[in-house]
């Protein structure tokens, strides 16, 4: 029964394909290079047009969280619990209540989805916040560790941390 259903699709197909002949829309033999580039270098028949202003600005929708622009914005995730992060740069900030310390992605030139995480206390959390205390600028750390998750928020257990100063270079 099946094998009847199949052979009947396949003379269909067949017959389909057969019905409707060649594309219209290639040409019957092949053009030669030059007189393809000289058609994609003509200038287009029909001049640009702007781009219209948007009748109204964008509203800000409050689900996705705050600041984000509707439509589409996507919700900032929390990463899996166990996953690592692996020469990631930043700077480290007090929490918005002042009891922890967080770190702060530096923008990576992509999606920019990134929120920031808490650094778990250890030995290299220590480094961190004497390096800070005994610099007078704003230090960016590149930093590796492995990430937990706790109450809808990303944590981070440091296991390298290595200050990087202006021109890119580490110290």
């Known amino acids: 029964m099946k094998s ?12 389909g394909t057969t019905l409707a002949g ?21 200038p287009a ?19 996705t969280g705050t600041g984000a622009v509707a439509p589409g914005a996507p919700a900032l995730t929390v990463m899996r619990e166990g996953s690592y992060l692996v020469d990631r740069v930043g700077r480290m900030n007090r929490t918005a209540d002042g009891q922890q310390e967080e770190f702060t992605f530096d923008s990576d030139g992509k999606a920019m989805k990134d929120p920031p995480v808490v650094l778990l206390p250890n030995l290299k959390l220590m480094a961190m916040e004497q390096a800070v205390k005994g610099s007078s600028r704003d230090l960016r750390f590149r930093i590796t560790g492995v990430v937990t998750e706790y109450n809808g928020r990303n944590y981070v257990l440091l296991e390298k941390v290595v200050v990087v100063t202006d021109a890119g270079q580490q110290f």
Request: proline share 17%; no cysteine; charged share 15%.
């Open 45 to 63: 028949d029909e001049p640009a047009k702007p781009v219209a202003a948007p009748s109204q600005p964008a509203a800000i929708d409050k689900s």
């Open 4 to 15: 009847a259903w199949i052979m009947g699709l396949s003379v269909l197909v067949a017959a």
């Open 22 to 42: 060649p594309p219209a829309t290639q040409p019957s033999k092949p053009i030669p290079a030059d007189q393809m580039l000289s058609r994609m270098l003509r």
